[in-house]
């Protein structure tokens, strides 16, 4: 093995699958969760509550504490990757601080998985974690990419991006990444990642939707066209490259989460689209719909810069205010034609 540990901050479903990767190249990973269950399972092999089937080889463990991780590590901890959701960064960076810098002290990576925006200050993940860390910015990586977690484990051939500020750590965390089935390909546009990486949760709610009103694969290609095209217009904003939104965290993972069976964004929709309320369905699903709370942060980014984002005002409405998507798709089909470059 190249490295000794590694460490995944949150035992869900993609930092499990994230984990597992890591042991192509790590002689120890250790999750770290809050869950006794979670705990148990991981331990046992399985995290059967997010990947039940998918076996874990004997290199992953889990770890309830810094005390029980310092026991488990083998060597130093060489790299971190947090699966933590948008809803918990904040808190858990606030009161393990202390605990994360003993490591970013020593120059070891930090890797995001979140994939959101704040709904309340609408703050990207990078701005959250250099609130804490911003001293170590050049540490600070963000993933995203298509990638649901039973495919990764099950070694289908994935590739993601990989964003930073720094170029040579970047090319460094890639190769702690890297497998024979997992490619990380290093970017340093970190907004254009970020926004992909949140923005097509909100489409494939939507595609999800259509798909349950019965609408195919003709509504399906409109969508991920017109949706990608307001997708650039949020980048404009943030200063993001054009071109990123066209890679694996713009269009691919658009395509992936609007058209694949395992999207949790899509099923949301789905049920949606049968006429049941978002809160209870969130109230009966163990993952996180993250495309649920960045609608709703999307629609006032659209509002603070003005920007032209139908699709997206369009599923605000339907999500948090109850309009019927039938009729919000007949508003959106029934508007007079525009050229593109037209505000």
Known sequence: MKFKT????????????????????????????????????????ENSTYLPGQKLPSTICAAMSWDEVAKLTVGEVEMIVSGLPMSAIEDFCAKNEKELCEHLDRGVPLVSLAKGIDHETLKLPDELFKTHFGIYRKQLMYLSGPSFAKEIIDKQITMVSLAGEDRDKLLIACDMLGADFFKAVPTTDVKGVLLGGSLKNVIAIAGGIMEGLGYNHNTRAALITRGIVEMLRFGNEFGARPETFYGPSGMGDLILTTTGELSRNK???????KGRKAEEIIAHTKSVVEGYKTTKAAHLLAEKFHIRARIFSGLYEVLYHGADPKLVVQG?????PKFEDEA
């Open 267 to 273: 099923s949301f929709g789905i049920e949606i689209a």
């Open 6 to 45: 590694a460490l995944v901050l949150a035992g869900g479903a993609f930092g499990t699958a994230i984990g597992f990767v890591l042991t192509q190249n790590f002689e120890k990973v250790i999750v770290m969760v809050r869950s006794r269950e979670i705990y148990d399972e991981i331990n046992r092999g």
């Open 332 to 336: 959106l089909m029934s508007l007079p």
